[in-house]
T-cell receptor, first 113, second 112 residues
Framework: GQQVMQIPQYQHVQEGEDFTTYCNSS?????IQWYKQRPGGHPVFLIQ?????EVKKQKRLTFQFGEAKKNSSLHITATQTTDVGTYFC?????????????FGQGTELSVKP | EAQVTQNPRYLITVTGKKLTVTCSQN?????MSWYRQDPGLGLRQIYY???????DKGDVPEGYKVSRKEKRNFPLILESPSPNQTSLYFC???????????FGSGTRLTVV
């Protein structure tokens, strides 16, 4: 089956520090999605990356898709307490593989004010 | 407001007593899915549906049933719940193409 590893599992940062989570696949991907889940909440779709080497930004969040389309990262600049939550990647092996969507284990981010 | 609605939000039941968790979306989405979330195991897909009367198993389908008789509804049925099905369940939907899922608020199920 599709193997994906998301690291780190946990990250504790001081407010204002940067944060990065990585998603690594053993196989080439078609695209990858990222989601955020606040404590006690539900996953919320953030973004989808499709092209090799693609970089997308959403305010302080930068998403990157590797050149080989086997890994991806989410970087948050100058974290804030509102960034607290778990960030999941959801890699897709083939384009539009129907409804199937597997999630990485997630990286739980805590931010100390 | 575009949303995915799950009911109930919380449910405590006894082993073996059949239950249904309802899910409805008002966005005319083709795809719908059920996930369970457990500490240390992340989100695992139970079943998904690509359209009316078209469903398929996810990674952990054992002990669950689904149906998609109407486009907007995708109920999750536990015919004989067991304690290992105690979990947080999420329903999700998305449009065709290759877009992200919109998730419901979740159903916390406890089976005693």
């Amino acid at each position: 089956g599709q193997q994906v590893m998301q690291i780190p599992q946990y990250q504790h940062v001081q407010e204002g520090e940067d944060f990065t989570t990585y998603c690594n696949s053993s196989t080439t991907l078609s695209n990858i999605q990222w989601y955020k889940q606040r404590p006690g909440g539900h996953p919320v779709f953030l973004i989808q990356l499709v092209k090799s080497g693609e970089v997308k930004k959403q305010k302080r969040l930068t998403f990157q898709f590797g050149e080989a389309k086997k890994n991806s990262s989410l970087h948050i600049t100058a974290t804030q307490t509102t960034d607290v939550g778990t960030y999941f990647c959801a890699p897709r092996k083939v384009y539009n593989q129907g409804g199937k969507l597997i999630f990485g284990q997630g990286t739980e981010l805590s931010v100390k004010p | 407001e575009a949303q995915v609605t799950q009911n109930p939000r919380y449910l405590i039941t006894v082993t073996g007593k059949k239950l249904t968790v309802t899910c409805s979306q008002n966005m005319n989405h083709e795809y719908m899915s059920w996930y369970r979330q457990d500490p240390g195991l992340g989100l695992r897909q139970i079943y998904y549906s690509m359209n009316v009367e078209v469903t398929d198993k996810g990674d952990v389908p054992e002990g669950y049933k689904v149906s998609r008789k109407e486009k907007r509804n995708f109920p999750l049925i536990l015919e004989s719940p067991s304690p290992n099905q105690t979990s947080l369940y999420f329903c999700a939907s998305r449009t065709g193409g290759d877009y992200g899922y919109t998730f419901g608020s979740g159903t916390r199920l406890t089976v005693v």
